[in-house]
Nanobody, 125 residues
Framework: QVHLVESGGGLVQAGGSLRLSCAAS????????VAWFRQAPGKEREFVAA???????YYADSVKGRFTISRHNAKNTVYLQMNSLKPEDTAVFYC???????????????????WGQGTQVTVSS
């Protein structure tokens, strides 16, 4: 079992930055791939970034070069540094955990077994 809690969301102006955190419980955290997904009103939940337990990172094209995912296994925490934020980044951001390793599976929300409650990110223009 893995319990995930997100934090760090808020209101920011376009061009600004935020850092989201995902704190996980469970002594096997280092053996899970952790990803960030987001869901805007009226839209499907979409993949943002993933950090596999094997050490690989993957990003959605829409955030490449602006967002960086990192993890600190000793702290059981995954971070999402978001720079150059745009109004279209406005969404509820969720972290999720899974044992997938490939890029195709890392981007598939149906492959994730554990989810946090989400944190709101609002980017004003």
């Amino acid at each position: 079992q893995v319990h995930l809690v997100e934090s760090g969301g808020g209101l920011v102006q376009a061009g600004g930055s935020l850092r989201l955190s995902c704190a996980a419980s469970g002594h096997t955290f280092s053996t899970y791939t952790v990803a960030w997904f987001r869901q805007a009103p009226g839209k499907e939940r979409e993949f943002v970034a993933a950090f596999t337990w094997t050490g690989y990172t993957y990003y959605a094209d829409s955030v490449k070069g602006r967002f960086t995912i990192s993890r600190h296994n000793a702290k059981n925490t995954v971070y999402l540094q978001m720079n150059s934020l745009k109004p279209e980044d406005t969404a509820v951001f969720y972290c999720a955990a899974s044992r997938v390793t490939t890029v195709e599976r890392a981007a598939d929300k149906n492959r994730y077994d554990y989810w946090g409650q989400g944190t709101q990110v609002t980017v004003s223009s």
